[in-house]
C-alpha cells in the first residue's frame, strides 16, 4: 500500500525536518526595541520541543531569565500539506498579552516562515515575521522580525539554541 502524503512527509519531508527540531534546547534571546541598535535585553533561555499528533506539530514551551524575571511562552509549529506552508500559533507572557499570534507562511516560500499581525496602539496593524532555522542538527535559530505598516522589517527578537548537554 502507497504511503500518504503526510507519511512520505514525515518520512522525508517538511514534517521529517521538523522533527529534528524535538529535544532540550539551551541558549541566548536577544530582544530589539528599536531597529540598527543594540539589543535592549539579553535573556537566557531552555525550551522543550515535542512532537504532538503523530509528528503533525512539534509544541515549544520555554522559558527565559532577564535576572529579575523569567518569561514563558508557547508555540505550535506545522506544516500543511495542502497548503504548503508553515504555520505557527504562538503565545508568551511578554510580547501577546491574552493573545496569539497566528502567522503562515506564503505557498511558494521555501523554509520555516510565517507571517501574521498584531493591533498597534495607534493607526494601522503592525507586521510579524517568525522563522525557523536549523543550520546543523544540535543548533536551531528562532528569528522574530517587526515589520511596520511604513518601513521595511527589523529584527525583533532572536533565539540561539543549542541542544542540551551538547557544550
Same mark, same amino acid.
Given at each position: 500500500m502507497d504511503a500518504t502524503p503526510f507519511q512520505k512527509? !514525515? =518520512?522525508d519531508g517538511r514534517h521529517a525536518l521538523l522533527q529534528n527540531m524535538v529535544g532540550e534546547w539551551v541558549g541566548r534571546t536577544r530582544v530589539w526595541f528599536e531597529p540598527s541598535t543594540e539589543p535592549a535585553l539579553t535573556l537566557l533561555q531552555r525550551g522543550h520541543v515535542r512532537p504532538?499528533?503523530? %509528528? $503533525? @506539530?512539534? @509544541? *515549544?514551551e520555554y522559558a527565559a531569565d532577564d535576572g529579575s524575571r523569567i518569561h514563558e511562552g508557547? =508555540?505550535?509549529? %506545522? +506544516?500543511h500539506l495542502e497548503r504548503a506552508r508553515f504555520e505557527v500559533a504562538w503565545g508568551d507572557? @511578554? *510580547?501577546t498579552g491574552t493573545g496569539l499570534m !497566528?502567522? =503562515?507562511g506564503a505557498r511558494e516560500a521555501p523554509g520555516f516562515h510565517g507571517l501574521g499581525s498584531y493591533p498597534a496602539v495607534k493607526g494601522p496593524d +503592525? %507586521?510579524?515575521r517568525i522563522e525557523l532555522a536549523q543550520d546543523a542538527i544540535d543548533t536551531l535559530r528562532i528569528a522574530m522580525f517587526n515589520i511596520p505598516p511604513d518601513g521595511p522589517e527589523a529584527l525583533a527578537v532572536e533565539t540561539l539554541? $543549542? $541542544? =542540551? %548537554?551538547t557544550g
Open positions: 512527509s !514525515l =518520512a504532538m499528533l503523530g %509528528g $503533525r @506539530f512539534l @509544541f *515549544h508557547i =508555540a505550535l509549529y %506545522g +506544516w507572557d @511578554f *510580547h !497566528l502567522c =503562515a +503592525w %507586521g510579524w539554541y $543549542r $541542544r =542540551a %548537554g
